[in-house]
């Protein structure tokens, strides 16, 4: 199992912080740390199809803005560890719609998420089968449609966090792979069938 990042999740009030965050490569760096555990620039190079140069540079950026820190004790003054910072980010969208650069943002953001979604559901259809049985029966893809509220949404997306924010903390056993949770609402004004 991967070393877990030392703090839990971090929230993001500034759209520049969130600009800079944004980058896809450094969103790229980010998940690796977090979902691999510590690693270094050349390696991640390695893993993304960029130079050890372009991964170190923005590896920096990441430290500057409080994402990512060099592991102590590891590593050489050649070859340095980084380390993921948190095991999330969070913002909320109220508080940084109104600022400038806000919208835009928030906007490139939730593109680079469905895309890394729809990157995540893929790769798992082409590994499903090279799972083990037991793997298989235990995936769950679901599909829910409910009539609610504004209300009723946030209501929902807080009970929902709160049962995978319990799970993380007293229900993860380490040694087992990572396995990740997609949990999206949203209304449609039409169903794209």
Do not use: C, I, K
């Amino acid at each position: 199992m991967a070393e877990l990042p030392p703090e839990e999740t971090v929230d993001v009030t500034d759209p520049r912080t969130l600009r800079a965050l944004a980058h896809p490569l450094r969103t790229g760096l980010l998940a690796l740390l977090r979902s691999e555990g510590p690693s270094t620039a050349s390696r991640l190079g390695q893993r993304l199809g960029e130079s050890s140069g372009t991964t170190s540079y923005h590896l920096r950026q990441l430290a500057d803005l409080g994402f990512v820190e060099e592991v102590a004790g590891q590593g050489t003054a050649r070859e340095r560890w980084w380390r993921a910072r948190h095991r999330s980010t969070r913002w909320r969208t109220e508080d940084l719609v109104a600022q400038p650069g806000g919208r835009e943002v928030l906007e490139e953001l939730t593109h680079q998420s469905l895309g890394r979604q729809r990157r995540m559901l893929a790769a798992h259809a082409e590994q499903r089968e090279a799972l083990e049985p037991v793997w298989r029966d235990a995936v769950s893809l679901n599909d829910w449609a409910l009539h609610l509220s504004p209300e009723g949404v946030a209501a929902l997306t807080e009970e929902l966090n709160g049962v995978l924010a319990r799970w993380r903390a007293g229900h993860e056993e380490p040694g087992q792979p990572l396995v990740h949770v997609l949990v999206d609402l949203f209304p449609l004004t039409e169903d794209p069938a």
